[in-house]
């Protein structure tokens, strides 16, 4: 028993040691986990702990004391629920509430896709509480005018091999196919079969990065297909205090070209934008060394 004692012990040291740590928050009764990985500078990810927790690199988490962490759109929603659980408001207040527990004190704040709403409009409400923002893979909106640039590149810009691949995919799985699924399941093979328009490599399958991630579709359709459809980020840039780095990928077909932000650049008070060459809708996974790189200068240089 001694010996079981001390192995056990040894563990936890051990985890405790290099930054690892899982925990949880009730919100409304939205049972909502955290994952922390990595030591150094506090940085809140805001999705889900499972999925981000393999997007991101070791080595930057020899950097940043990562906290990964679910909103409500990656747990189950405990009983029915209605819209009103899912305003932007709830989410980062949510998020503010992990920070507390943790007592992280301010944070480098980070979102990618949708997400990336989340980090900046947190960062607006609790500027105290937020050194730096990080967005990645998003477009200044959802709306139907980014929707309609996205179908213009893709007939337009876009090699035939990926279009080719694409189709054979939605052969693959089918409408029907996915439309007979529950809805969590359906909403992940969805976006497994779009990846020629997510991923650099058309022909990468996603799949393994699911494993395990619960989905709350309702709370994803209801916020990316309305609340980010109507955000208007402007609205209280000019009060920003935190300096935000964007991070798009050039084969990105989920969001609207990177040319969508130039009528926003002035608008931020300091606004980075770095275009990854070899990247679709995740740049901090399909090009780690060189997201890793571009993203810890430009920490530094913004201390």
Request: glycine residues 6%; hydrophobic residues 40%.
């Amino acid at each position: 028993m001694k010996a079981i004692f001390h192995s056990i012990l040894f563990l936890f040291v051990a985890m405790t040691a290099c930054g690892q740590e899982e925990g949880y928050i009730i919100s409304d009764g939205f049972r909502l986990n955290y994952r922390v990985i990595g030591q150094g500078t506090p940085a809140l990810v805001v999705g889900s702990s499972v999925y981000y927790a393999r997007m991101y690199s070791e080595n930057l988490q020899k950097h940043l004391k990562m906290v990964m962490t679910d909103h409500r759109g990656f747990v189950p929603p405990n009983g029915e629920r209605d819209h009103s659980d899912y305003q932007l408001e709830k989410i980062i207040d949510d998020m503010e509430a992990v920070r507390k527990k943790l007592d992280l004190g301010k944070v480098i704040v980070i979102g990618h896709s949708g997400h990336s709403f989340m980090a900046l409009e947190y960062a607006k409400k609790y500027p105290q509480n937020v050194s730096h923002v990080v967005m990645i893979g998003t477009a200044p909106d959802f709306g139907p005018e980014n929707t309609a640039l996205i179908d213009r590149t893709w007939s337009e810009s876009v090699d035939p091999e990926r279009k080719t691949v694409l189709e054979e995919n939605f052969k693959r799985i089918t409408d029907e196919e996915i439309a007979a699924l529950p809805s969590g399941e359906a909403f992940i093979r969805n976006y497994v079969r779009s990846g020629p328009m997510a991923w650099y490599d058309p022909y990468f399958d996603s799949t393994p990065l699911w494993e395990g991630v619960y989905v709350n579709e309702d709370m994803l359709n209801y916020v990316w297909g309305t609340v980010f459809v109507e955000i208007d980020i402007t609205k209280g840039l000019s009060e920003l205090e935190a300096p935000v780095f964007l991070a798009l990928g050039r084969y990105d077909y989920l969001v609207g070209p990177a040319f969508t932000w130039n009528a926003y650049r002035d608008k931020f008070p300091d606004l980075t934008i770095r275009i990854f060459e070899k990247s679709g809708h995740s740049p901090m996974y399909e090009e780690p060394e060189v997201f890793d790189r571009e993203l810890l200068a430009w920490l530094e240089s913004r201390e």
